[in-house]
């Protein structure tokens, strides 16, 4: 049998993929994460499966599970929030796996960011105004970043910064990419971004901090910062549906 790595989503149950929902429906045991998830995601599992929920589990307790598992002959889903290829850990675990000679794939998901910016109608790059996305996190009570990898580095591009893990130091943040966005820079907060209990705050780099802490915001929540995340925001036009631009086959 293969481990599947499945991209939950952001949350909502009706945001994983058809692969993802028809995974989910076959399986015999399925490991999630289940601070990020909505209950009803597990509706697309069948009757009598078996569901571990991982957050309070390390990573050889979790690979302990998807072992055994796989020994007794079952198909197993280890249901990642989001998309698998950011902060999901899939590199840990499948290591472990490839030292037990376990065979693993991987399901994509919609990303929280993607979900985040849909909320408010965003699209994160805009023309002549930001074209570049830079995904990331800080560092608290977690990992090292990487040297090289700081916050002023990526802030001194312009683009439109999607911080992940970050929400318990927004009021840090905020002072320190006020000095290159500026404070009057937009800000879109989303905290358990397409679930019931999605809370949505604009606001600049100057404000927002006030507003996350006003509602208590400690974990699920995105931050998104740059000039396409205006209300108003008004640059120019792709190049791609110009009316002037040649059509002509030669010109493809």
């Known amino acids: 049998m293969t481990i599947h790595f499945v991209g939950a989503g952001p949350g909502a149950a009706d945001l994983l993929t058809l692969r993802a929902a028809a995974m989910l429906g076959a399986a015999d045991v399925v490991v999630y994460a289940g601070t990020y ?8 599992c069948r009757d009598g499966v078996r569901l571990v929920d991982a957050q309070d589990l390390d990573l050889d307790r979790i690979t302990a599970e998807l072992v055994g598992a796989h020994e007794a002959g079952l198909d197993v889903v280890r249901l990642c929030s989001g998309d698998p290829s950011l902060y999901s850990a899939v590199h840990e675990q499948g290591r472990r796996l490839d030292a037990h000679g376990v065979p693993w794939d991987v399901t994509p998901g919609v990303p929280a960011y993607a979900a985040a910016a ?3 109608a965003a699209e994160l790059t805009v023309p002549e105004l930001v074209q570049s996305i830079v995904l990331t996190r800080t560092q608290a009570r977690s990992t090292a970043m990487p040297v090289g990898e700081s916050l002023a580095a990526f802030a001194a591009t312009g683009a439109t910064l999607c911080l992940h893990l ?3 130091r927004t009021r840090a943040l905020a002072t320190e990419l006020a000095e290159h966005y500026g404070a009057d820079c937009p800000v879109v907060v989303v905290a358990h971004a ?4 999605q809370l949505v705050l604009r606001g600049t780099l100057g404000d927002i901090a006030d507003q996350v802490e006003a509602a208590g915001l400690r974990q699920a929540a995105v931050i998104l910062v740059g000039r396409a995340l205006a209300e108003d925001v008004r640059a120019g036009e792709s190049y791609l549906y110009a009316p002037t631009r040649d059509r002509s086959l030669k010109s493809r």
């Open 37 to 44: 998830l909505d209950a009803e995601v597990l509706g697309h």
């Open 118 to 120: 849909a909320t408010v």
């Open 166 to 168: 970050a929400i318990t």
């Open 194 to 197: 397409s679930r019931p209990d």
